[in-house]
């Protein structure tokens, strides 16, 4: 599946932003959808999980009660809406496939289709 992500910007500590999603070329619900992000110099970090359906999501604690994963099916999205951001969450954010055959998983290197990444810059 071909992914897209977008949304990414420049605010300020305490705002809010909504990353998109976009997929394309194969059935999106047969696929477990995962954000994940990576600061500079730092490895790529789980941020959270969305299970085919959108019934299960899992979140890095660090980002529980802030972000929020959720998909549309209908139209191949899924989203991360990111509120009371910090600067420690400045990164560039991927989204991921796995297929949902093969179960959940938090580790980047098991996903086998990923976005382009979009930055998040959150400023103190």
């Known amino acids: 599946v071909q992914l897209q992500a977008s949304g990414g910007g420049l605010v300020q500590a305490g705002d809010s932003l909504r990353l998109s999603c976009a997929a394309s070329?194969?059935?999106?619900?047969?696929?477990?959808m995962g954000w994940f992000r990576q600061a500079p110099g730092k490895e790529r970090d789980f941020v959270a999980r969305?299970?085919?359906?959108?019934?299960?999501?899992y979140y890095r604690d660090s980002v529980k009660g802030r972000f929020t994963v959720s998909r549309d099916n209908a139209k191949n999205m899924v989203y991360l809406q990111m509120n009371s951001l910090k600067p420690e969450d400045t990164a560039v954010y991927y989204c991921?496939?796995?297929?949902?055959?093969?179960?959940?998983?938090?580790?980047?290197?098991?996903?086998?289709?990923w976005g382009q990444g979009t930055l998040v810059t959150v400023s103190s």
């Open positions: 991921a496939a796995r297929s949902r055959d093969l179960g959940y998983t938090i580790y980047a290197r098991y996903f086998s289709d």
């Open positions: 070329g194969r059935t999106f619900t047969g696929y477990v």
């Open positions: 969305i299970s085919w359906s959108g019934g299960s999501t």
